[in-house]
C-alpha cells in the first residue's frame, strides 16, 4: 500500500513545481521623506567614513526624493562642507552663497559661518576666518567636531599651537573613525613639537586633564631626548599619573622607539674648519661653540679631532679623518669645499656640512648642510607674513647678488603659501637718495607722470597731492642696519607711514642705539633665539647665560657663529632622525631646527619688533600682538 501511494506523491510534487510562483508580497509603501531621511543618514556615514563620493550621492538623492524635506537646508549644507572639505572651494562657495539667501534657523546660520571661514582658510585669509571663529560659542553637538576642526586650523595658522593643540583634543572626543582619531593624534604632536619650548615650560604643572596629559608629554620627550633612561623613568611617572591617556601608546610605540632607532651615537667626530687665512676668525668662533657644547656634555660625548681646513684638498682631508677613525665629519665652512664633497665618489660617515651647497649643485646622501643662509632669513619672513594674515606684498632688496637671493626666497616661499608679490625694487648700496625705488614701489611715480602729462596740455601750473597705493599689506625690506635707517626713514617721508615693514635679522644692531630704536621704531623683524633672548636654553640644559661667561670673548665678537657651533654639536645625534622625519625639530640656539627633503637644515626663526626701547621679542604663543 504504502508503494502504490508512491507514483501519486512524485506526480503532485511535479505538478506542484511546474506551477507558477506564487506573487512576492507587496513591498510597504515607505514615504518618499522617510526614505530621504534614512538616505540622508546614510551618506552622513559614509562622510565620517571618508567615503566622499558615496555620501555626496546618498544626500542628493535624499534631496531629489524629499527638496523640501524639514532637513533638506541640513543636507545641503553638508554637500557644501564635503565639497570644501574635498578642496572644491569654488563649488562650496556657490552652495554658501545659495544658502545664505535662505531661510535658515540659529544652527544652520552658524554652520554657514564655519563654512565660510574654512573658506577663507583655504584662500589663505586667515585673519577674516579668525574673526568669524573667535565670537563663536561651542556650538551643539551635531557640529561640534567640525567646528573644533576648523578652530585648531585657523589657530594653527596664526602660529599659536598649544591653543590648537586644545582644539583638537575637543575634537578627539567627538571623532568615532580610528582612521580619522589616529590622524587627529599626528596633528597633536606635530603642533606640540613645533611648539616653542618655552611655551611648553610655562604651562607646567599641568592640568590632570587629558589637553594636560598632552602637554606634559611632549615637555617629558623633549627634554629627555637626548638621555634614553631619564626618558624611560619620566614617561612611566607620566603614565601613572594619566593612565588611558591617548597619548601613551601613540607616543610611546612610534615616536620614542622611533628616536632610539634613528639616532646615532658617533665615538669619534672630525672638525674640519679654517682655523687660517680669511676666514680664521669665522672658523675659531664656530669650534669655541663646538667646544663648548662638547664639555658641557661632561665626558659623555664622543672624541673630537679638530683640522684646519684652509686651503686644504677637502676630499682628501676627508678621507684622511675617515681613516683615522672618524664616524661622522663636521664642516666644511667655505662654499667650494662643500661642493667639492658633494662631487666626492663616495662618503662612507655622514658630513654636516655648515655652509650649504651652490646653485645648481646637487646634494647627495650622507651630506647634511647647515649654515646661517640669508634665504633662510627671507623664507621665514615670509612664513611670519602668511601667519600673520598678509597676502599681498611689496619688496625692497639692495641691487646685488645678496639682494637677488633675498628676493628669490622671499617671494617663492610667500607664493607658495598663497601670497602675492606685487612689485619688487632693488636700490643702490652707494646711494642714499632712494627716492626712485620707494616711489616706484608705492606708485607715487603714476601720479608724477600724470602731473607732468596734465601740465604739459594745460601749460601752465597744476597742484599735485602724492596718493600711495592702498593694495599692499606690508613692505619686506633685505637690508642691513644702516641701509633700513635710511629706507625706513625715506620711507615714512614718501607717504609710506602705515605701510607695515617686515625685515630679516640683517637690520637687528646689538647693543644701545636709542637714536636707532627711534628711526626703527615698529619695524618687525626675523631672528635667532640667541640674539632675541638672553635667557635661551635649550632642551637639553645649554642655557646662554653660563656660555657667555665661560666664553664672553667668541660670543662679543661673533655671537650667531658661536650660537651655529653648539647647534652643529648638538644635532650630531639627530641627523639622520631629521631626515626620516620630516616634520621632526630641534630647539636651538639658531632657531627651530629642521631638515628638509634635500638635506639642508632649516632654521625657524622668532618675530620681533623695534621700539623706543629696543627691539623686543613678539610673544605670539599667547596672541597678544596678534590682537586675539
Known amino acids: 500500500m504504502r ?18 510562483p506564487e506573487p512576492p508580497a507587496p513591498e510597504p509603501d515607505i514615504p518618499p521623506t522617510e526614505r530621504a531621511q534614512a538616505l540622508a543618514e546614510q551618506g552622513e556615514l559614509a562622510a565620517r567614513r571618508g567615503a566622499a563620493e558615496a555620501a555626496v550621492a546618498q544626500l542628493q538623492r535624499a534631496l531629489e526624493l524629499a527638496p523640501n524635506h524639514d532637513r533638506a537646508d541640513d543636507w545641503r549644507i553638508r554637500l557644501a562642507e564635503i565639497a570644501a572639505d574635498r578642496s572644491q572651494t569654488r563649488e562650496a562657495d556657490e552652495l554658501r552663497e545659495t544658502l545664505a539667501e535662505r531661510p535658515l534657523d540659529v544652527d544652520q546660520r552658524e554652520r554657514l559661518a564655519l563654512l565660510e571661514a574654512s573658506l577663507l582658510l583655504a584662500g589663505g585669509h586667515t585673519l577674516q576666518a579668525w574673526r568669524i571663529i573667535q565670537p563663536m560659542a561651542p556650538p551643539p553637538e551635531a557640529f561640534a567636531e567640525r567646528y573644533y576642526q576648523v578652530r585648531a586650523q585657523a589657530l594653527e595658522r596664526l602660529d599659536l599651537p598649544l591653543d590648537a593643540v586644545r582644539a583638537r583634543v575637543e575634537r578627539s572626543d567627538r ?16 603642533l606640540l613639537d613645533n611648539a616653542p619650548l618655552n611655551s611648553l615650560r610655562d604651562r607646567r604643572p599641568v592640568s590632570a586633564d587629558r589637553f594636560g596629559g598632552w602637554v606634559e608629554l611632549a615637555w617629558l620627550v623633549r627634554n629627555y631626548r637626548l638621555e634614553p633612561r631619564q626618558l624611560d623613568d619620566a614617561l612611566a611617572r607620566w603614565e601613572r599619573r594619566f593612565p588611558s591617556h591617548p597619548g601613551g601608546p601613540y607616543v610611546t610605540d612610534r615616536i620614542v622607539g622611533e628616536y632610539r632607532e634613528k639616532m646615532i651615537d658617533p665615538t669619534e667626530i672630525a672638525v674640519l674648519l679654517p682655523l687660517t687665512g680669511p ?24 672624541d673630537l679631532r679638530i683640522l684646519d681646513s684652509a686651503g686644504r684638498d677637502i676630499v682628501a682631508l ?42 645648481g649643485v646637487e646634494g647627495r646622501a650622507g651630506l647634511y648642510q647647515f649654515g646661517l643662509a640669508p634665504e633662510d632669513d627671507a623664507a621665514e619672513a615670509a612664513r611670519q607674513a602668511r601667519r600673520t594674515g598678509w597676502q599681498r606684498a611689496l619688496v625692497l632688496v639692495p641691487d646685488s647678488d645678496w639682494g637677488r637671493r633675498l628676493a628669490e626666497a622671499f617671494s617663492q616661499t610667500f607664493e607658495a603659501a598663497g601670497g602675492e608679490v606685487l612689485e619688487a625694487q632693488r636700490f643702490a648700496t652707494d646711494q642714499a637718495d632712494h627716492a626712485g625705488p620707494l616711489r616706484a614701489l608705492l606708485n607715487l611715480d603714476i601720479g ?15 597742484e599735485h597731492v602724492d596718493r600711495r597705493r592702498q593694495d599692499a599689506d606690508f613692505l619686506f625690506l633685505g637690508a642691513t642696519t644702516g641701509q633700513a635707517r635710511l629706507l625706513v626713514t625715506q620711507l615714512h617721508y614718501h607717504q609710506g607711514v602705515g605701510l607695515p615693514v617686515l625685515a630679516t635679522s640683517h637690520i637687528h644692531s646689538t647693543g644701545d642705539d636709542p637714536e636707532l630704536w627711534a628711526d626703527l621704531d615698529g619695524v618687525l623683524f626675523m631672528e635667532t633665539p640667541w640674539m632675541l633672548d638672553a635667557g635661551v636654553r635649550t632642551d637639553d640644559g645649554l642655557d646662554r647665560a653660563t656660555l657667555e661667561a665661560l666664553w664672553p670673548e667668541p660670543i662679543a665678537s661673533h655671537g650667531r657663529l658661536f650660537a651655529l657651533g653648539v647647534d652643529a654639536y648638538r644635532l650630531v645625534p639627530y641627523v639622520e632622525l631629521l631626515q626620516a622625519r620630516g616634520g621632526e625639530r630641534i630647539d636651538g640656539f639658531s632657531g627651530r631646527l629642521s631638515m628638509d627633503e634635500r638635506g639642508r637644515i632649516q ?13 623686543e621679542l613678539l610673544q605670539e604663543e599667547n596672541g597678544e600682538d596678534l590682537g586675539l
Open 603 to 615: 632654521r625657524g626663526l622668532l618675530p620681533a619688533r623695534y621700539t623706543h626701547e629696543g627691539p
Open 279 to 302: 676666514l680664521a676668525d669665522a672658523g675659531r668662533a664656530i669650534r669655541d661653540g663646538i667646544m663648548a657644547a662638547h664639555l658641557a656634555a661632561e665626558g659623555d660625548g664622543p
Open 175 to 190: 571623532l568615532d573613525d580610528e582612521q580619522a582619531l589616529t590622524h587627529n593624534h599626528e596633528q597633536i604632536w606635530a
Open 318 to 359: 676627508y678621507r684622511r679623518a675617515v681613516s683615522d677613525g672618524a664616524e661622522l665629519v663636521i664642516g666644511p665652512l667655505e662654499k667650494g669645499q662643500v661642493d667639492a664633497l658633494a662631487g666626492a665618489e663616495e662618503l662612507p660617515v655622514p658630513v654636516l656640512a655648515l655652509n650649504t651647497l651652490s646653485g
Open 448 to 462: 608724477d607722470r600724470r602731473a607732468r602729462q596734465v601740465r604739459a596740455t594745460l601749460q601752465r601750473s597744476v
Open 3 to 20: 508503494y502504490r501511494l508512491l507514483p501519486l506523491l512524485l506526480l503532485t510534487a511535479l505538478l506542484y513545481a511546474c506551477a507558477p
